[in-house]
């Protein structure tokens, strides 16, 4: 006969792991093996003590791991023998006191409603019936409401809404679906709706009611400022041309695109072309944003586009995530024969370059002259998340803007990092936190060119600060002495005695697509870091580099070459000056018919040939953001810009379906090399975009002819590299590389010549990923130390 051996086990479990339904899980995988034990949370994460025979406990640790919980991530398991205490039954117990020491529980991400709670929300029987604020342990918000630690009711902004008896029932109920559920509420005991008019003081009706009244003004072609998840939309109807062009007139939003929230799959795919990971995406947890091509099946449906994004080919389009945007288009009972929206254009509620409103007050204040109503609700939004976007690039989906679902999740570093701050460059910025293998990558911060966005910096990275606990020494920015966010980095260590770093812009683009890819220190990477501004070591500014090293340091190996920029930021907003000097740079004459040449009148013409002449006013650039600019204006794209990016994207939107010729013919950059730099001279690609105009070749197939000589140009200058330094492996990065025709043509040319081409699939090639690459530069004495007082005198 053989004894059964009963065993003990302690285990500390670490990763997301709270407010997911992971103690319940725990409670019932035990007690189905008849174990005997107790969970509980606390700062750290998870304690389970787990007892009984050693084959059922055995079954438990593989089990514990293989049946999680959807929401629910492990990252850490420590499992030790203990003496068996002999007990019975299994307990949940508790959430234990929160302690000071480092946290390594995790907060999780506001997550798109559950299939369980729509089915509640839409069910006339259920008690959650149209009830907008439904939730429970698998879905609804939670990085939004979290204020403090450890994640518990008390220490959300639900706080503020006692349980009633029966959702205290269910909360308390290990088997229920919302056992533990912290954003857990129903219509007796939760945050509800007030609608009020713009004309009216005061809200004016409240909960279903007010619904029905946003619905109304929707209905009538009027613009709603909607409280969500993480800050509120300014919303219209995005089949009604007239709301949507007063939409953009209000918000003063020139023509930059807008995302709009359909009602199911079906309409989306009326508006654009998904494939099977694109629809993946938008149904997913994490909802975001997809920016896919075009499909317009109807013409009205090209009219949404039309007016949502116009010129760019593409279009941003999610799927309601919260009950609220759900019961948006879902009939309602008291409007009777009123269809609800197909699709509502759905942007952040803010004037442009502020941050997004997240309070009602602030509301109606800043968003007054926007919206014609407001749908306030009473649920606090702690820290404001805007919508995260990402964008179907060949075969996979790569991140445009890493925010709501995603953060504050931390991405794994390759290195161990101290405590680390890094803040980003200026525009799209988030911040990064590091310690450990660990780097929390912020939500979407935004243009830090103004101090409203400079205080959202502030208020992220303090928020980050407080849910990660972690002691920073290292406060990182960008090398760029103009930035209000170097001034603020610089300020912050100053304040606490941390050491300031800087990190060069395009060094942190590449180890930032290195750190997601955990490529181990040291191993070197041909970087191709394309872009619009970035500071270089030479204090030029810098956009189309090669750069070949790791996170601690890099060398400049190539570039495009430089060309003057007339008047800097004026000729970042005016592509018909990049275009001049590029033509300058090429030595083609200014001739009328180059559609650059005839935007700009006499008096334009003289000043920048002065400057083009003297230097005055002029900084060389490198960029290869600049030289896409420079094309589209003399293609005849585009002579201004309303928003960064807007040229190129238009450019790429040309040549839609085009394919270049194989022979390029004149579209050739010429590579040189000087003095042990590889160059690239854009002059002959200059040249052979003025001969198409002269030649009358349509604009779409010369702009297919330039994609394919700048693809063509990166892999004639990886082969040189290789042949030199032995580099197998190719990274692309950087803003350029949102462009899904350039990002597919260099991978393609570049793995049928034998490299291995790491493209970003975590965090944006724009500046939105920048930060977790400084902070890998800093965890590995990258970047320049300086003295904390440097920056007081800029
Ligand atoms: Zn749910
Ligand atoms: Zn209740």
Not at 400 to 429: F, H, I, N, Q, W
Not at 518 to 538: H, M
Request: hydrophobic share 40%; aromatic share 4%.
């Amino acid at each position: 006969m053989t004894s059964i051996v009963r065993v003990r086990r302690s285990l500390r479990v670490t990763g997301v792991v709270q407010g997911v339904g992971f103690r319940p899980f725990v409670h019932s995988l035990a007690t189905s093996l008849g174990l005997a034990g107790r969970v509980g949370n606390d700062t750290a994460g998870v304690f389970v003590d787990v007892e009984g025979p050693a084959s059922g406990v055995e079954e438990f640790l593989d089990r514990l791991v293989t049946e999680l919980p959807p929401l629910a991530a492990i990252d850490g398991l420590e499992v030790r023998d203990v003496e068996p205490t002999g007990g019975t039954g299994f307990v949940i117990v508790a959430s234990e006191a929160s302690g000071s020491g480092p946290v390594v529980a995790l907060i999780p991400p506001d997550t798109a409603t559950c299939a369980d709670c729509r089915r509640e929300v839409l069910d006339p029987d259920d008690r959650r019936h149209r009830y907008p604020f439904t939730a429970c342990t698998y879905c609804g918000p939670r990085y939004t409401l979290v204020t403090g630690l450890p994640y518990d009711r008390p220490f959300t902004t639900m706080a503020a809404f006692p349980l009633c008896e029966r959702c205290a029932a269910e909360y308390a109920d290990p088997a229920d679906r919302r056992f533990h559920a912290q954003p857990t509420a129903c219509p007796a005991c939760g945050p509800r709706l007030a609608f009020r008019a713009a004309s009216s003081p005061v809200p004016t009706s409240w909960s279903d009611d007010a619904l029905a009244d946003a619905l109304r003004v929707l209905h009538s072609g009027g613009i709603v400022a909607v409280k969500g998840v993480g800050g509120y939309h300014l919303a219209c109807d995005a089949y009604r041309r007239d709301a949507v062009d007063e939409l953009r007139r209000r918000k003063r939003r020139g023509s930059k695109p807008f995302a709009v929230m359909v009602r199911d799959l079906a309409t989306a795919e009326r508006l654009v072309v998904l494939d099977d990971a694109a629809r993946a995406a938008l149904s997913s947890p994490e909802a975001p944003i997809v920016l896919a091509a075009l499909a317009g099946l109807e013409p009205t449906d090209v009219d949404v586009a039309d007016a949502a994004a116009p010129g760019v080919g593409t279009l941003g389009v999610l799927l309601p995530y919260s009950p609220l945007h759900l019961l948006l288009f879902t009939e309602h009972p008291s409007l009777p024969g009123v269809e609800p929206p197909r699709a509502l254009v759905m942007t952040s509620g803010n004037l442009s370059d502020e941050p997004l409103c997240t309070d009602p007050a602030e509301a109606d204040e800043r968003l007054a002259g926007l919206a014609d109503a407001f749908v306030h609700h009473d649920r606090p939004i702690h820290v404001a998340c805007d919508d995260s976007v990402v964008r179907v690039v060949g075969p996979t989906l790569q991140p445009v803007r890493r925010s709501r679902g995603y953060a504050p999740l931390p991405v794994r570093l390759p290195m161990d990092a101290p405590g680390v701050l890094a803040v980003g460059a200026e525009l799209k910025t988030a911040v990064c936190l590091a310690s450990g293998r660990r780097a929390w990558m912020s939500q979407h911060v935004g243009d830090t060119e103004n101090l409203e966005t400079l205080a959202m910096l502030e208020r992220v990275a303090t928020t980050l600060a407080e849910l990660t606990r972690v002691d920073v020494g290292l406060v990182v920015a960008d090398a760029h002495p103009a930035y209000l966010s170097r001034r603020w980095a610089l300020g912050r260590a100053d304040a606490t005695g941390a050491q300031a770093v800087l990190v060069q812009h395009h060094h942190a683009h590449l180890a930032s697509l290195l750190a997601e890819h955990r490529v181990e220190p040291g191993q070197p990477v041909l970087g191709v870091v394309f872009d619009g501004t970035g500071f270089g070591t030479d204090g030029t500014i810098w956009g189309g580099e090669l750069l070949l090293g790791s996170y601690s340091a890099v060398t400049r190996v190539g570039h495009l070459a430089p060309v003057q920029l007339p008047g800097g930021d004026a000729a970042v907003r005016r592509p018909a000056r990049t275009a001049l000097a590029h033509l300058d740079a090429a030595g083609e004459p200014w001739d009328d018919l180059i559609p650059s040449v005839g935007a700009a009148d006499e008096t334009e013409r003289r000043v920048v040939a002065g400057m083009l002449r003297t230097g005055t006013g002029c900084t060389p650039t490198s960029s290869m953001g600049r030289l896409f600019d420079a094309v589209a204006s003399i293609l005849g794209v585009r002579q201004d810009v309303d928003y960064e990016g807007q040229a190129a994207m238009e450019l790429e939107a040309l040549a839609g379906a085009e394919v270049a010729g194989r022979d390029l013919g004149a579209w050739r950059f010429d590579l040189r090399d000087v003095g042990g730099d590889l160059v690239l001279d854009a002059a002959p690609v200059v040249r052979a975009a003025v001969r198409s105009v002269r030649h009358g070749v349509p604009a779409g197939a010369a702009s297919a002819a330039f994609h394919a000589a700048v693809a063509a140009g990166v892999e004639a200058a990886a082969l040189r590299v290789r042949e030199e330094h032995g580099t197998t492996t190719v990274g692309l990065t950087g803003g350029v590389f949102q462009n899904a025709r350039l990002s597919v043509g260099c991978r393609g040319r570049l793995e049928r010549q034998g490299f291995r081409v790491l493209v970003h699939e975590l965090v944006p090639p724009n500046d939105g990923g920048l930060a977790l690459g400084q902070v890998a530069v800093a965890a590995t004495g990258g970047g320049t130390r300086r003295p904390t007082s440097d920056g007081r005198t800029h």
